[in-house]
């Protein structure tokens, strides 16, 4: 069974640029998760859905910080415009109807400048 | 959510049981136990969850007290491969089943 596919690995952009991450979670997994993890603390949840309808977006800075799920499917996570604090590594996560675990990616590592 | 507490870290020696234990005095009686752990430069990996008995997987044992206000996970025989920060977290279905990810415990494992 192929893992839960993000892109790119790294990235490092200057502050005020924009971002776009993207997340293929594995297949018929309806429940899919973005956290940021700041070097050194645990992951948060910035959003989760479930198949494309928001479930809790509650601590995602709405401001500058969107996201998508085309199709309940892949997701897109955006930041416009980027802070020197958003440098973190990004990581992208799923689960199916029945929620026995869930599966991480790899991470997407952003450091802004 | 059930909020837990672990031990920041813990040194273990290879080829020793690791038991890494959590409190998590808060838990509802549908709330289930997970267990976590993150290697350096990867994600999160699933180990092992539990509601109200104990369990064992190919990687570990999670042991629940009989209150269930704190568990011990096992790692029977620690190997260098297991260094790792190993995550409690307690969740169901009226969390949506959100995973709330804490500091953790930073684990060791020494030859």
């Known amino acids: 069974e192929a893992g839960v596919a993000q892109s790119p690995r790294y990235k490092i952009i200057e502050k005020r640029q924009s971002v776009a991450f993207w997340c293929n979670p594995i297949?018929?997994?309806?429940?899919l998760y973005w956290y940021q993890q700041i070097l050194g603390q645990g992951p948060k949840l910035l959003i989760q859905?479930?198949?494309?309808?928001?479930?809790?977006d509650s601590q995602l800075p709405k401001d500058r910080f969107s996201a998508e799920r085309l199709k309940g499917v892949d997701s897109t996570l955006k930041i416009q415009p980027a802070k020197l604090e958003d440098s973190a590594v990004y990581l992208c996560?799923?689960?199916?109807?029945?929620?026995?675990?869930?599966?991480f990616g790899q991470g997407t590592r952003l450091t802004v400048v | 959510d059930a909020k837990t507490t672990q031990p920041t870290s813990m040194d273990c020696a290879e080829g020793r049981a690791a038991n890494l234990p959590c409190n998590h005095s808060?838990?509802?009686?549908?709330?289930?136990v997970y267990w976590y752990r993150q290697i350096h430069s990867q994600g999160p990996q699933y180990i092992i969850h539990g509601l109200k008995n104990n369990e064992t997987n190919e990687m570990a044992s999670l042991i629940i007290t009989e209150d269930r206000k704190s568990s011990t996970l096992i790692l029977p025989h620690a190997t260098l491969r297991d260094t790792a920060v190993y995550y409690c977290?307690?969740?169901?279905?009226?969390?949506?089943?959100?995973?709330?990810f804490g500091g953790g415990t930073r684990v060791l494992v020494k030859p």
């Open positions: 297949s018929g997994h309806a429940t």
């Open positions: 859905f479930q198949n494309n309808g928001v479930v809790d």
């Open positions: 977290i307690v969740t169901g279905k009226a969390a949506g089943n959100k995973l709330t």
């Open positions: 808060t838990i509802s009686g549908n709330e289930y």
């Open positions: 996560a799923s689960s199916d109807q029945g929620f026995t675990e869930a599966f």
